[in-house]
């Protein structure tokens, strides 16, 4: 019994690997980047409040994260703080 379990559980194992992609398909992401933060904030702020997709409004929020440099002015350092607390805002109470 236990050996066909094992076997049951190898072969959903490998089915998995063999059908998942290599790469998710990324075309949102590159388009996003070129947003504004303002405008990725709303993106986010409305993706977790209005339509409950917490991956989407993760995906701006760590947009904004990725453009931070020590070499930013406040107001951008400031933006970079809010999207940060937004993702854990996020993984907290959604993921």
């Not at 998995?16 to 303002?38: C, H, I, M, Q």
């Amino acid at each position: 019994m236990h050996i066909k379990l094992f076997h049951i559980f190898l072969f959903i194992i490998i089915s998995v690997t063999v059908f998942a992609k290599d790469e998710p398909n990324p075309e949102f992401y590159k388009r996003w980047t070129g947003l504004s933060d303002e405008t990725l904030i709303e993106m986010g702020r409305e993706y977790i409040l209005e339509n409950i997709m917490p991956d989407s409004a993760l995906v701006c929020f760590t947009i904004i994260t990725n453009r931070y440099s020590p070499k930013m002015n406040k107001e951008e350092k400031l933006r970079c703080a809010s999207a940060f607390n937004n993702a854990g805002y996020i993984y907290f109470y959604y993921l």
